[in-house]
């Protein structure tokens, strides 16, 4: 399976190294030296990473054959796609790849169809999941213990707890969390890149405040409610 794991950014310096926006959480097992990536677009590629640093903050890569600030900056918003093994998993049983929750069917304890897990969105404080509603529209899910209760991959599905108004967001409210998780994380929406998704075990943190804005929201629209997204 292939995956984005990073983002070819300007040239830095007059020796070949670009700086690099890393999508994946595991840049140092993804991003070493001597790595062969694929590219898109492919005619750019593949590069080999002959050395990488962090410099204020950022990784630099170099690849080889690469030598100065020209032949860098031709690289410029070209994405690297790592081979990743399909069975591979993280080591944290709370984590998962964003490909592993991808398309996972959302149902409520009692057996209610939500719908489908469509995007992951990497909030500084949580992640969410996108989930499309048979008709059409959207809601978020906050990717906490509290709320998502079970994970089967094997079922391919996602049993959910929602709190008390949590599935009454708006549609505005689903794009503004999309555009804040893709300010973020520079990522655009059909990429599919190496991330992980943590589930957080405290709802306060992470859930609770999604819930009552939820709820908060679904209250002021008791008059004239509009069509959650």
Do not use: W
């Given at each position: ?18 700086t ?18 694929a590219?898109d ?39 690297l ?24 069917d ?32 959207e ?10 209760t ?48 943590s ?11 999604a ?19």
């Open positions: 399976m292939q995956l984005v794991v990073a983002r070819i950014g300007r040239a830095h310096g007059i020796k070949g190294e670009v690099v926006e890393v999508r994946t959480d595991e840049p140092e097992l993804r991003l070493p030296p001597g790595a062969v990536l590219t677009p492919p005619g750019a590629g593949p590069l080999t990473i002959e050395q990488g640093r962090v410099h204020s903050g950022r990784l630099l890569l170099r690849f080889a054959g690469v030598r100065d600030r020209t032949a860098a900056e031709a690289l410029r918003n070209t994405l796609i790592a081979e990743i093994d399909p069975e591979e998993v993280p080591e944290d049983p709370e984590e998962f790849y964003d490909y592993q929750l991808m398309d996972l959302v149902v409520t304890e009692d057996g209610q169809e939500i719908g489908r897990v469509t995007e992951i969105s990497h909030l500084p404080s949580q992640d969410l999941f996108i989930v499309e509603r048979p008709d059409g529209s809601v978020m899910i906050p990717f906490v213990e509290e709320i998502v079970e994970i089967d991959l094997d079922e391919q599905r996602a049993v959910i707890n929602p709190p008390r108004g949590l599935l009454d967001l708006d549609e505005a409210d689903v794009a503004s969390e999309r555009e804040t998780s893709r300010t973020e994380t520079g990522a655009a929406p059909d990429d599919a890149t190496a991330r992980t998704t589930r957080a075990d405290d709802a306060t943190s992470a859930g609770d405040d819930a009552a804005a939820a709820a908060d929201d679904a209250t002021s629209r008791d008059v004239a409610p509009e069509d959650p997204r």
